[in-house]
């Protein structure tokens, strides 16, 4: 089936820089954001034809943007703002995709919602705290307003590893949520993640957390303001360290491949005696079965986009885009038919959809035949 993506209204020449604080106020990059992922703009959208190369016209869109690494957000946002009047937030479409026939698609008690911010907080005395939405929680060194949990800024130079006292952070199927550790550093974590962290740091010694099993991204507060103690983070399979940077973890227990991808600063990856530097838009992928660490450059936005609300999907395979469903929304997925799980897909989505939206773009571009969901599970045709 073939999928095509609208970008030729792009002109020819390529900017030196793209500074979107130069471009757009912060309103506007809203206005943008807003549009792009519009659910009533995307459904009148989806009735354009158009006849247009997915994968050549994605890399047209890309090569004519080189923004600052800061910038990486909102030059996609500028790029799609020169053709926001062809298309919005969904660029799949396929030459013969209007059909009078679609399938109606078959609802039966529906419970599937999106996912929100929530997590379970495990204190150093074993006690569990729910953490949910606009619900607040304090405690002697740290507080929480459900949607991130911010620890005291603080460092012992007495303190030893005996004495340190760990906190986990667990997200759920259907959740995320957010933590600044006591030295600053600020992660976000996805769905189905775990995190296991120190309530506070020995002074000058290695800032140390893990990454029990999920996704997590790192803004990591630089060494230079910790007495040169760099940072590392750990799980069964690799450990990364970092002076002051930010980068992205995915090591979820369903799947064999360990993703790190470097947005900026260096980090290094080891795993048993292999070890390999990552500089920006490089990705490491760690085979967790033959120990192999292969580095290849990979578009960051797309790997990173969760964290700030958005699906961004860059000719993903239908099973590979639905593993991803599957843990936002908490639900099961079945394919009536295999060769579905190999269907292409580019698009950029809100994570705030309804399943039945996102479902419904995948038929109407004729991805799907028709979808099914009785309570939490999703069966697709």
């Known amino acids: 089936m073939s999928k095509q993506i609208a ?10 820089t793209l500074d979107s604080s130069e471009l757009f106020s912060d309103q506007e990059k809203e206005e943008i954001l807003d549009r792009l992922t519009n659910e009533s703009e995307i459904a009148s959208r989806l009735h354009s034809k158009a006849k247009i190369n997915s994968k050549e016209d994605w890399k047209i869109l890309q090569s004519k943007i080189d923004a600052p690494r800061k910038t990486y957000y909102w030059r996609y946002a500028a790029a799609a703002a020169v053709v926001i009047g062809m298309f919005t937030a969904v660029y799949v479409l396929k030459d ?6 679609v399938a109606k698609p078959i609802i039966v008690n529906n419970q599937i919602v999106p996912g929100d911010n929530k997590a379970i907080l495990t ?26 949990i911010v620890y005291k800024e603080s460092s012992d130079p007495e303190l030893t590893k005996e004495e340190i006292a760990y906190n986990f952070l667990t997200i759920p199927r259907g959740g995320q949520f957010q933590i600044t550790l006591s030295d600053g550093t600020h992660v976000w974590l996805n769905s189905e993640s775990k995190l296991k962290y120190p309530v506070r740091f020995i002074e000058g010694g290695t800032r140390e957390v893990e990454l029990l099993y999920g996704e997590a991204y790192f803004d990591v507060s630089p060494s230079t303001e910790h007495k040169g103690a760099r940072f590392k983070v750990i799980n069964k399979s690799q450990s990364v360290e970092v002076l002051g940077t930010e980068f992205n973890i995915k090591a979820y227990k369903d799947e064999v491949t360990v993703y790190t991808t470097l947005v900026e600063g260096k980090v290094k990856v080891r795993s048993q005696e292999l070890a390999q530097d990552l500089v920006p838009n490089q990705q490491s992928k760690l085979n967790t079965t033959t120990n192999v660490i292969d580095v290849h450059q990979v578009d960051v936005y797309n790997e990173i986009a969760w964290k700030d609300g958005v699906f961004s999907f860059e ?34 989505l809100k994570k705030n959809y309804s399943i039945e939206t996102i479902l419904s773009i995948f038929q109407e571009a004729n991805i799907i035949n028709g979808f099914e969901i009785d309570t939490k599970s999703v069966i697709i045709k």
């Open 96 to 101: 013969d995709f209007l059909n009078d026939d």
């Open 123 to 148: 204190l150093e005395t074993g006690e569990e705290v729910n953490l949910v939405k606009d619900v607040k929680y304090t405690a002697e060194n740290l507080q929480t307003n459900g949607e991130e």
């Open 7 to 16: 970008a030729s209204l792009l002109k020819d020449e390529k900017p030196n």
């Open 315 to 348: 000719d993903k395979s239908l099973k590979d885009i639905m593993t991803v469903l599957s843990r936002w929304y908490d639900i099961d997925v079945v394919f009536e038919k295999k060769s579905l799980e190999s269907e292409r897909f580019v698009g950029v």
